[in-house]
């Protein structure tokens, strides 16, 4: 009998397709996500309806799951009354939906989990996570993800996705925070053109994770797929590690009108693009769902 490869393992040996947003598959199946907690929120009231999502994308051809926990902080938790036991095992809990979709999916691939870690910016639920900048220092960052850190990696995911990050300084302190965790991590960050959120170019960004160890891929997320065309490039040749690219669809949102607008810009010659650029994880982000997940893995497995 095989034992089932390391995620690191698989993408030295290959690419590796990852899963699209969770919250609107959460929303295309009827839920309400106005709430500041996110898709978290549901960790607590409706939990099955994650396993669902997560089965939805392992049944489209995703070898990763991302779990539900991108917004869900001690802090954010408390907000809404939830106290520090009660947070931590919903943290927990959401690496344990991710494994049971993957149970349930009975598929004969090996498939792996990924515990998400948003920036500080997805607790304030303010956009500053498309910012960065908060005003607190490296330490004060670190701190802040630490403690979830330790949850999230007690729960034994294959990897901790560290994504989103929209400023080198908020790197610097989640690359601190997982060290000693011994649970590997990939960095993404949002970006903008050539550079972070906060304005860093991406050169400085990702050279940051070329020499920790625990960093298994480096990439981008939740940006233009336009964008990710020369990051994965840049990831690639500044780090030397695989490359994890998840854009969003290419649609805009509208904050006056709470609405998407324009179309999908996501195309197969893209991911075959950042696949040749060295990209080793690939998937979506915000907009992008099992039908384009279907779509990569049909690429990718054509490639």
């Known amino acids: 009998m095989t034992s089932t490869p390391t995620l690191a393992e698989a993408l030295a040996a290959g690419t ?7 919250s609107n598959q959460l929303e295309s199946a009827g839920h309400d996500l106005s709430d500041e907690l996110w898709s978290a929120r549901l960790l607590a009231q409706q939990p099955e309806a994650i396993t669902e999502a997560h089965l939805a994308y392992f049944r489209a051809g995703a070898d990763v799951a991302i779990t539900a926990s ?8 408390a907000q809404r009354g939830i106290d520090h036991d009660r947070a931590a095992g919903l943290m927990a809990l959401s690496v344990e939906l991710a494994r049971e979709a993957a149970r349930l999916a009975q598929v004969s691939r090996p498939l792996w989990v990924a515990a998400s870690a948003g920036p500080y910016g997805a607790m304030l639920a303010d956009g500053s996570e498309y910012r960065g900048r908060y005003g607190l220092t490296v330490g004060e960052l670190e701190r802040f993800h630490r403690p979830r850190l ?6 034994r995911p294959d990897v901790l996705a560290l994504e989103t990050v929209p400023d080198a300084d908020e790197a610097t302190a989640l690359l601190r925070a997982v060290r000693g965790l011994r649970v590997p991590a990939w960095l993404t960050y949002s970006v903008a053109g050539g550079r972070t959120r906060a304005g860093q170019p991406l050169e400085e ?7 920790a160890d625990e960093v298994i891929a480096v990439g981008v997320n939740c940006c233009a797929p336009e964008d990710a065309d020369t990051a994965a490039a840049t990831a ?3 780090t030397g590690k695989p490359v994890v690219v998840y854009p969003n669809s290419g649609e805009t949102w509208d904050a006056d009108a709470r609405a998407w607008t324009g ?3 996501f195309t197969a010659d893209q991911v075959k693009g ?10 979506g982000c915000c907009r992008v769902g099992p ?3 279907s779509g990569i893995a049909g690429t990718l497995g054509a490639a």
Not at 205 to 211: E, M, S, T
Not at 274 to 283: E, K, N, V
């Open 70 to 77: 991108y917004q869900a902080t001690f802090e954010g938790f």
């Open 205 to 211: 960004a990702f050279a940051l994770a070329a020499d």
């Open 274 to 283: 950042w696949q040749q650029s060295g990209a080793r994880l690939i998937g």
């Open 16 to 22: 590796v397709v990852l899963d699209g947003g969770m």
């Open 291 to 293: 039908e384009a997940i």
């Open 150 to 155: 330790e949850v999230l990696a007690a729960a």
């Open 236 to 238: 690639a040749r500044v």
């Open 263 to 265: 179309r999908s810009t």
